[in-house]
């Protein structure tokens, strides 16, 4: 009874210790990303012809108004929105429907077939549409994002940079669902945000996101185009690992694009961030098991139930970094993605995320279960259920 006491008392000190460690960090990624975010000037507005592929699955609470904003642009030269789903029935084709109402002189086509190819839904739907693409620069993005007025010209300067193959961006949450999708959208805008620009800036990661994959379609052919994808769970990723394959690179301008969560109960949170984060784990174990650090708040809680009064002043210093980190995210994001007092059970989901995805080999990928093999591959399906 007492060693289990005093393992339980070392277990906690260590946790704690971890926190301490964690909010030092943390206080210094909040600074770069600071550092980073303020770097942002303006870019001269662009001519280039450019072809936009969205491939579209199902309704989203303001999915029109998300396609609108990529027509919203200070872009001078031809814009073509392509967007593709894969059933007749898809309620996302009311939205293109509407959108072309709204803007009657703007190029939308609407592509809608059901051929497969492979177990990625999404990369099959973008072989799909790609035979309609008409232009040389192509800017593939994620049905959930919104994007500012000035995001092409952002996104076309930074692909001009020397040596670039593709042109990525951050993202920052919004909660479109209510509490719960408010929740999940905590966790882009004020943990991944800071752990990825870190890792980047820092040269311990090298992202490459479906928020924005842009690049001309010679370089798309050299890297066997979206087909060479078709297997696999993190396309984002993997484009972006064939581009730096040719000797090229990823530039991320410094911007923050908006990820719309439409999550409306902790299922449905639970699912979506399982499946990120045992994607992450299997492409990355060794990164992915030191990201514990990055949650110091979810830890000083933790070790606060093993030494509640020894506890209670590094849970007050993680939260004050993590309140200083909202506060940065949100003067640039120009708006609050979630109150202050949803950052701890935002933390302790993470953490919770974090244990749990070293368990899981099969995860939910809109209603259709994947199996994962190595190397970020999968295997479909595994079982259908109702999405």
Known sequence: MIAAAHIASLIGWLILSQAVIGTLYWAYATYVLWRFLATRAPAPTRREAVTLLKPLYGAEPQLEANLASFLDQRHDGPLQMICGVQRADDPAIEAVRALKARYPAAR???????????????????????????????????????VGPDYLAQVLTALDTPGTG???????????????????????????????VFGTTKGLAEPCM????????????????????????ADDHAIGAAVRGRGLGIAIPPILLVHASAERSLAQVWRQELRWAATIRALAPAGYAGSVIGMPLALAMLGGLFHPWPGLPVIAAALLVRLWTKRVVDRYAGAATAPWWLL????????????????VRVVDWRGTRLRMEGDGHIVSPVENTVS
């Open 108 to 146: 939308i086509d609407l592509v809608i077939n059901p051929t497969p190819h492979g177990a990625n839904a999404k990369i099959g739907n973008l072989i799909n549409i790609m035979a309609r693409a008409e232009h040389d620069i192509l800017v593939l993005s994620d049905s959930d994002m919104a």
């Open 166 to 196: 593709a042109v990525t961006c951050l993202y920052r949450g919004r909660g479109d669902a209510g509490f719960w999708s408010r929740l999940a959208a905590a966790g882009p805008s004020y943990q991944f945000l800071v752990g990825l």
């Open 210 to 233: 479906g928020s924005t994959i842009a690049l001309h379609s010679s370089t798309l052919e050299a890297i066997g185009g979206f087909a060479a994808f078709a297997d696999v769970l």
């Open 344 to 359: 701890p059970p935002r933390d302790a989901l993470s953490l919770a995320v974090f244990v749990a995805s070293y368990f």
